[in-house]
């Protein structure tokens, strides 16, 4: 639940008289019992609904599998030195706006929202998405530029395998995509421009070969898909965790009753 919710519950025993309260109330207390077992499916259900669509990873995986290639295969890694030939006979201007452009998806999916256009969650669960999405992108790109040590075009280190500035770019941009395909497909689409732009200049910026790029490409569509996927499953943890706060903090009361010459025990608790 949303919102922090507050119930009395109060069972009376009373000598002779209160019977028939008893009883209503017994009928209640089934009632609340019944609900919370409701509560308890539904969460079930919708974790056991959302399952991965292993068509999604078509395309990320042909990403990932060409750039793995690229470190191997002798005529995908001189497509990749060619592409820095042709690249470098042009010697294009080098600018940096790629450090900037790969996030730009993700930065005006929160502008529109605040602008009135929202998309298919609210804040605080698209915000578990994205947060998901980068830290999985990370998780990929980081530790394999450690293991592949594949050196850079410029020779200027060792991390050039995969390109993490694209996986972040693309990861940013499929975040678009998801939260506005349903209701606006154009719109959803806006976001892949400023990815392709950043795995460009990556290569423009003699940081990365075609492989790298092409490689944190399908990292960064992966990561994203993966995010949706575990988002129910983060939630559900999440709102165990409020679920158990606020049952901590939940009181008993067992008081005396006397009313209408009767005598009874009163039994209070709030949660």
């Known amino acids: 639940m949303k919102k922090k919710s507050q119930k009395m519950l109060i069972y009376f025993i009373v000598l002779i008289s ?15 019992v019944q609900e919370r077992k409701q509560d308890s ?15 999604s990873l078509i395309v990320p995986a042909a990403f990932i599998g060409y750039g793995v290639a690229g470190l191997t295969v002798r005529g995908v890694k001189e ?5 820095k030939i042709e690249i470098d006979e042009h ?37 578990i998405i994205y947060a998901s999405s980068q830290l999985i992108a990370a998780a990929f790109t980081l530790p394999l530029k450690y293991m592949v040590k594949e050196e850079r075009p410029d020779r200027s280190n060792t991390m ?12 940013n941009a499929q ?17 892949y421009p400023f990815a392709v732009f950043t795995g460009v200049y990556r290569m423009l910026n003699d940081k990365h070969w075609l492989g790298d790029v092409v490689a944190g490409t399908g990292f960064g569509i992966l990561s994203t898909e993966l995010a949706y996927w575990l988002y129910p499953r983060i939630d559900h943890l999440l709102r165990g965790k409020n679920k158990t706060k606020n049952t901590s903090l939940s009181s008993t009361m067992v008081m005396p009753f006397y009313q209408n ?4 025990m009163g039994f209070i608790k709030t949660f």
């Open 79 to 83: 497509l990749n030195r060619d592409t």
């Open 175 to 191: 975040f678009m995509f998801r939260e506005y395909k349903d209701t606006n497909f154009l719109l959803s689409l806006s976001g």
């Open 261 to 264: 010459n009767a005598v009874g």
């Open 160 to 171: 050039s395998f995969p390109s993490g500035h694209a996986a972040t770019a693309f990861s």
């Open 18 to 32: 209160a019977l028939s309260t008893i009883k209503a109330q017994n009928n209640n207390d089934t009632l609340v």
């Open 41 to 55: 499916i539904t969460a079930a259900t919708t974790i056991q609904k959302n399952k991965l669509n292993y068509k």
């Open 91 to 127: 010697r294009p201007t080098r600018i940096k706006f790629d450090d900037y452009t790969q996030y730009a998806p993700g930065i005006i999916v929160y502008g529109l929202n605040l602008a009135g256009v929202k998309g298919k969650h609210n804040l605080r669960d698209r915000t």
